[in-house]
């Protein structure tokens, strides 16, 4: 058997990763219509994000807490190929900018950057809520602005209200 370095290795899954996620959600629409392969979406991506989260907490030994969730999130996104910035605005407060997405450039390359908006606002809510929340229940996550709206970045901000 022909071994794979583990930089290809990561590749790979990472590209069929992607393109599972779109995969499923087409065959969705297709039989189900746009409106329910959504729904569907949103709730995988209620789910989903926790085991992720989970998996990178005792993989790299975080603590809970906003500290932990920075972190996660940090690597998280260079895993999924994001460009972004992590601002740390004061104690118990930080911002994400994404600048470059991986998945909206997907949906753009496939020629469906129409529909990026509205896949994009229940997909990042429901799984960036979830992510926060694996960190602890009383942590906050806004999103303001997206780049599938029309903005030229994300911008996400984390709190925890007991620091803040």
């Not at 789910?47 to 989970?54: F, G, H, S």
């Not at 940090?74 to 600048?99: K, N």
Request: glycine content about 10%; overall charge neutral; proline content about 2%.
């Amino acid at each position: 058997m022909r071994k794979i370095s583990h930089k290809l290795l990561a590749e790979y899954l990472g590209r069929s990763y992607g393109a599972v996620d779109g995969l499923w959600f087409m065959k969705a629409e297709e039989k189900y219509g746009f409106e329910a392969a959504l729904d569907l979406d949103r709730q995988v991506w209620e789910v989903l994000p926790k085991i992720q989260a989970r998996m990178l907490k005792r993989m790299l030994k975080l603590d809970g807490g906003i500290e932990g969730l920075r972190e996660s999130l940090e690597v998280r996104l260079g895993i999924d190929g994001f460009e972004f910035e992590t601002d740390i605005l004061s104690p118990g407060v930080f911002q994400i900018t994404i600048l470059g997405c991986p998945w909206y450039e997907l949906m753009a390359k496939s020629g469906r950057a129409h529909l990026a908006g509205r896949v994009g606002d229940a997909v990042c809510r429901a799984d960036y809520t979830a992510w926060t929340r694996e960190f602890g229940q009383n942590l906050n996550f806004e999103l303001a602005g997206q780049i599938c709206q029309g903005a030229r970045s994300c911008m996400m901000r984390f709190s925890d209200p007991a620091v803040v």
